[in-house]
């Protein structure tokens, strides 16, 4: 800067000071602000609301990411779908469909991948972003377990929180039964046989809720507004009450020098924990960004309509309702016939499963209070060494979930390693029962033999 | 404060979102145009990351949790004056009774609202297309004849103007003289050898579209279950636990294919009341 100029600017700086005036336009926004709304000294106070940092405390904060990417990628693909099975005679680029009659919804979604620019870029953003969503919600489920973060007083907002893993996960089923390719059609066939196995109410229900024996024909014009509208609409109430119960009661944090259940220790908000939010929000969707750009998903094209006597070979749901199909193939066929009433096999895998599973998961911070006695407020995590036995018992669970979900690609995993697909089934079928327990007790032993050490670490 | 992977990282922002535009408007590849916004996206992302951490550096702070409970004078106080407000309603004990029982009748009403959602299930999920005299049709709609299927053959087939395409399938198979063995009472169920097995397995309703002709069996390619078609198809392995019904099959003088009949069990997965 030369010594004029500079003169010039602490001239103006001079004179504005003289003038009472600042030039930063912030001071007025906070007086109009503070006039018209009230509740400044509140807000300043909330700017410096202190977030404690860990690597651990980012698995929710991708979820939420995820949430926002999908809402943004969705807006988008909605412009574009049409919830329709009525049939049409596809005239678009792709060849080796041409003339075929389809439904208007897959043509939708055939435009929208292959014509309209951006389209499959949009598409398979909101389809990996889904992926990663339901990953990062169950493994920042599993941290929640690991380090007892669900005890008083956030045991409300871990139900919300497993509550939220329900609806993510059923958001997106129905997300990828939408498109009405082979693949989604096979999967709105089987959940249409699980819920018939259902003794008493199946047939009705399952009549009822699908409009009538399957294919009905009128199924992803009601999928639709469930999955756009319903689902998200719950979800992001749930997230909104999620966030706004952390906000409340502060954020949990690791244990460590000057840090108890009375003091937080961690990065106010402004301004680096803003920016770096963010940051991590534009990384996330940059990371779904180029998933979608050099990895393939879901090439609806290539599997065909749905035609109800056309199948696909190596058919696999999204990786997260893999523990469902696993558990369905595992089953052996046991139905039972009392007089003149069946119970199908299916009915035990696809129905009871899903509610022993979810139920004790619910149910977790109680059942914790019941064998700890430990009903005091808590905001300092525990390690996971410190208390073996619910380390054992998380490890078991996610052994458990392993089991489940190679069993639900047993044909692949058979057919890549050259292995017989029903001795397979037959060894993850032992797997299934003796596992769980093996895994909980080594984890139990080894957390034993460590436990003094992590003690001795933690203070 | 190192500015240098902040300042790199804005520089690919705005390569990023030059080559973005580009893409779009040049109609370049899915790769191009992704590549480009994930390359924005990071750029920005590391950028204020960076940042952040670097300010996060100078500043650690310590507050206060809010404190538990422990205002039992307050509760107390909060919990009289809610039972002064309920007992404006209560004190009305019949009345208030009556509000209840009143909401309660209005919010069972509403369930009938579930009935416009679709059908009662009805005989839909006991019968099909298949009737007495229907003859079997290919998926375009030809009627099939005994010389359309030579020995060792197979076909998708379905009831010959009959609606419940989806559940009416069958494969009908054309087994060399002598391979196939009648269950107990369907000895005239299958004509010159020529036998028709629902397509729509038992254990969870997706076509058993896979012959493996070397083994003699039907495959599900969702679940794997393995049906063996010259005893009836029964259950060999897999989760299905019900054979796939068979379907009664005639000739007729011209040597079109028809049914005798529907099936004689319930077709597809298994319910309650199937039979």
């Known amino acids: ?459 | 404060m190192t500015t240098w992977p902040i300042g790199l990282g804005i520089v690919a922002t705005i390569a990023g979102a030059v080559g973005f535009a580009v893409s779009f408007v040049a109609g370049w590849s899915n790769a191009w145009l992704g590549g480009s916004l994930a390359l924005a996206l990071l750029g920005l992302g590391l950028a204020l990351a960076f940042w952040g951490r670097d300010l996060a550096g100078d500043e650690v702070i310590a507050g206060r949790y809010p404190v538990p409970p422990d205002d039992t004078d307050g509760q107390a106080a909060l919990a009289t004056q809610l039972d002064e407000h309920a007992s404006v309603i209560t004190r009305r004990s019949f009345l208030s009774k009556f509000l209840i029982f009143g909401v309660g009748i209005f919010a069972l009403s509403q369930v009938v609202l579930l009935g416009a959602l679709g059908p009662w299930p009805g005989d839909s999920l006991t019968t099909t297309g298949w009737r007495k005299g229907r003859r079997l049709v290919t998926a375009d709609g030809e009627p099939i004849t005994r010389d359309a299927l030579p020995t060792g053959g197979f076909l998708v087939a379905f009831p010959e103007g009959g609606d419940d395409k989806a559940g009416s399938q069958v494969a009908l198979l054309h087994f060399v003289n002598g391979d196939f063995v009648p269950q107990e009472g369907r000895e005239s169920w299958s004509p010159e050898d020529f036998v028709a097995y629902s397509r729509v397995c038992t254990h969870a309703g997706c076509p058993v579209a896979e012959y493996a002709d070397v083994d003699q069996t039907l495959v599900c390619p969702c679940h794997q279950s393995e049906f063996d078609v010259l005893h009836g198809a029964r259950v060999l392995s897999g989760p299905a636990s019900r054979p796939l019904p068979q379907l009664p099959l005639a000739i007729d003088e011209d040597g079109f294919l028809y049914a005798q009949s529907d099936f004689t069990e319930t077709v597809g997965p298994g319910f309650w009341n199937a039979t």
């Open chain 1, 1 to 459: 800067m030369s010594r004029d100029r500079r003169q010039d600017h602490d001239l103006k700086r001079g004179l504005g000071n003289a003038f009472g005036v600042r030039r930063s336009p912030i001071r007025p926004a906070a007086r109009w602000l503070d006039t018209n709304l009230g509740g400044s000294g509140l807000l300043r106070a909330e700017l410096r609301h202190i977030f404690p940092d860990s690597w651990a405390f980012f698995l929710g904060e991708i979820a939420m990411f995820c949430f926002i990417i999908l809402v943004a990628t969705g807006i988008f693909l909605a412009l574009f779908f049409q919830a329709s099975e009525a049939p049409v005679v596809y005239d678009g680029s792709y060849a080796p469909l041409a003339g075929a009659e389809i439904s208007i919804a897959y043509d939708s979604v055939l435009e929208l991948s292959l014509d309209v620019p951006a389209g499959l870029l949009m598409r398979q953003v909101h389809h990996w972003a889904a992926l990663v969503f339901v990953g990062a919600l169950i493994i920042h489920l599993l941290r929640m377990l690991l380090t007892a973060a669900y005890r008083r007083p956030r045991r409300i907002n871990y139900l919300i929180g497993v509550s939220l893993v329900l609806l993510v996960g059923m958001n997106g089923l129905m997300g990828y039964s939408l498109p009405d390719d082979l693949l989604s059609g096979t999967g709105l066939r089987i959940a249409f046989s699980i819920t018939e196995s259902i003794p008493f109410i199946g047939p009705a229900l399952a009549t009822l809720l699908f409009g009538g024996e399957f294919p009905s024909g009128g199924l992803i014009a009601r999928i639709y507004p469930v999955h756009i509208f319903l689902l998200p609409a719950a979800i992001a109430g749930l997230l909104g009450a999620h966030l706004g119960l952390l906000w409340l009661q502060r954020h949990t944090q690791f244990p460590g020098p000057g840090r108890s259940d009375r003091v937080i220790v961690g990065t106010p908000m402004v301004p680096a924990y803003a920016l770096r939010t963010t940051g991590y929000l534009l990384m996330v969707a940059g990371v779904c960004t180029a998933f979608a750009a050099f990895a393939q998903i879901n090439p609806v094209w290539l599997y065909g309509p749905y035609r109800a006597w056309d199948a696909t070979t190596a058919a696999q749901p999204d990786w997260y309702m893999g523990w469902l199909e696993g558990a369905v193939r595992m089953m052996p066929g046991w139905d039972i016939q009392i007089g003149g009433l069946l119970i199908p096999a299916i009915f035990w895998p696809a129905v009871v499963l899903p509610g022993l599973i979810f139920t004790p998961l619910f149910l977790v911070p109680w059942i914790d209070w019941v064998a700890t006695r430990d009903g005091a407020f808590h905001n300092v995590l525990m390690l996971p060494g410190q208390h073996p036995v619910r380390s054992a018992l998380t490890a078991g669970f996610i052994a458990f979930l392993t089991v489940l979900l190679v069993a639900g690609g047993n044909d692949v995993f058979a057919f890549v390693y050259g292995w017989s697909q029903p001795a397979f089934l037959t060894v993850l079928q032992y797997l299934f029962f003796l596992l769980p327990p093996a895994v909980a007790v080594v984890t139990y032993a080894l957390l034993r033999v460590r436990a003094r050490r992590w003690a001795t670490t933690v203070r």
